[in-house]
């Protein structure tokens, strides 16, 4: 069974920065595009970021310059770095493939907040 493990959320201050991390199970991570995605309460599951297999990247309009996705491939984890983040950037966390998804994990709340 792969699983999915978020981690790294927490309350921070907005203009603050995060790392989260998306541990994968399994030996399938370096061959599948991964994203991270996020929901707040009310709205609906969305894709904020996306690495390719070749390391190629994309980010939603309201998150790029801010965010940065990256993976390691040995280490069958994969990376956000999100600075300078928004009290609308609050929300929890999930990482999967971008397509074909996989049993979702618990994710991981980020809460942006003075």
């Known amino acids: 069974q792969v699983q999915l493990v978020e981690s790294g959320g927490g309350l921070v201050q907005p203009g603050g920065s995060l790392r989260l991390s998306c541990g994968v199970s399994?030996?399938?991570?370096?061959?599948?595009?991964m994203g991270w995605y996020r929901q707040a309460p009310g709205t609906q599951r969305e894709l904020v970021a996306s690495?390719?297999?070749?390391?190629?990247?994309n980010y939603a309009d309201s998150v790029k310059g801010r965010f940065t996705v990256s993976r390691d491939n040995a280490k069958n984890t994969m990376y956000l770095q999100m600075n300078s983040l928004k009290p609308e950037d609050t929300a929890v966390y999930y990482c999967n493939r971008v397509q074909n998804y996989l049993p979702w994990g618990q994710g991981t709340q980020v809460t942006v907040s003075s």
């Open positions: 399994g030996s399938f991570f370096s061959f599948n595009a």
């Open positions: 690495i390719s297999i070749f390391g190629s990247t």
